[in-house]
């Protein structure tokens, strides 16, 4: 590790390495359930699913947003004090921190919006009845279940990339 020849504190770097790391297990960790919450509303629950969508915008907002701003943070404290700005790995964690911020930016925020807003127009239509999902909705999911799970092996590749430094 680059550390052995710093005469910075290790400690320092020990405590925002940890802090990097908890940062992605914030930002990402909520990526890999959505899958499993959304399968589970549609098989049992339609009329939950505006919800649902209103809770993963939240977590879109706060978690996602909030732990990127620490993973980059902190990984660029770490570049710098590791002397490392140069080596792929970085590279890469910055590239793969912009293209998951714009997809959540871009896509899946205003396609959940707008998944909600459909569902919520679906669950009206039926009232009490049988209700049955618009093409509208099923698109916007489709949309959403693709750049998520993008998302998910992106952060697992980045995870790779990290840890092994290529
Ligand atoms: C999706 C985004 C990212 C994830 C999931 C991630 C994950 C990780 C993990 C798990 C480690 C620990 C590796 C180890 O100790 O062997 C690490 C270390 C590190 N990351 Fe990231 N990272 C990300 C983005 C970034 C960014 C944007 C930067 C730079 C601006 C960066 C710079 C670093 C540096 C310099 C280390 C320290 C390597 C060491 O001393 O071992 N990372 N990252």
């Known amino acids: 590790m680059a550390m052995q020849d710093l005469s910075i504190g290790t400690s320092a770097y ?18 890999f359930a959505f899958p499993i919450m959304f399968a589970l509303a549609r098989r049992q629950d339609h009329r939950s ?30 570049a710098t004090a590791g002397k490392d700005w140069s080596r792929f790995f ?6 793969a921190a912009i293209v998951i911020g714009g997809l959540v930016g871009s ?14 127009r679906d669950v009206e ?7 049955e999902l618009s ?4 698109r916007l999911a489709r949309r959403l279940t693709v750049t998520g799970l993008l998302c998910s ?3 697992l590749a980045t995870i790779f990339i990290m840890v092994l430094k290529p």
């Open 135 to 138: 093409d509208e909705y099923r």
């Open 49 to 78: 699913l505006p919800l649902m969508h209103r809770i993963e915008r939240m977590i879109e907002r706060v978690l996602i947003n909030g732990g990127l701003l620490i993973v980059v943070g902190a990984g660029a404290y770490l």
């Open 90 to 95: 970085v590279d890469w964690g910055l590239g």
């Open 14 to 31: 020990e405590v925002v390495l940890a802090l990097h790391i908890a940062g992605a297990l914030v930002a990402f960790g909520s990526i």
């Open 153 to 155: 092996a992106l952060v």
């Open 125 to 131: 239509k039926a009232s009490e009845g049988e209700l």
């Open 107 to 120: 896509v899946m925020i205003p396609a959940s919006r707008r998944a909600e807003a459909a569902v919520s």
